[in-house]
Nanobody
Framework: EVQLVESGGGLVQAGGSLRLSCATS????????ITWFRQASGKEREGISCITVSDGSTYYIDSVKGRFTISSDNAKNTVYLQMNSLEPEDTAVYYCRLVDKYEYWGQGTQVTVSS
């Protein structure tokens, strides 16, 4: 059974940092790409960063480029999202996603950035 479990969210002041984790199980970690999404209240869910585990290639949307860093620990089957210089606009529920034959999502972790 494929499982993704996010953790690491919380309340932080603007300019602060958080590291999110996406712990995975039930599939061959090295064969896939994992994407971080976020959904702010009243807005659509947006993909913000992706990593291809096999070669470490990464992608970021412009609004997080230079502030967020995605990485993976293959020994732990875990993907991380290091978020620095957080802004109130980063407030959202953050999710990780895997696409195989189906889409698999975690339950999300809340990130709140106060001004």
């Amino acid at each position: 059974e494929v499982q993704l479990v996010e953790s690491g969210g919380g309340l932080v002041q603007a300019g602060g940092s958080l590291r999110l984790s996406c712990a995975t199980s039930g599939f061959t970690f090295d064969n896939y790409a994992i994407t971080w999404f976020r959904q702010a209240s009243g807005k659509e869910r947006e993909g913000i960063s992706c990593i291809t585990v096999s070669d470490g290639s990464t992608y970021y949307i412009d609004s997080v480029k230079g502030r967020f860093t995605i990485s993976s620990d293959n020994a732990k089957n875990t993907v991380y999202l290091q978020m620095n210089s957080l802004e109130p606009e980063d407030t959202a529920v953050y999710y990780c996603r895997l696409v195989d034959k189906y889409e698999y999502w975690g339950q999300g972790t809340q990130v709140t950035v106060s001004s």
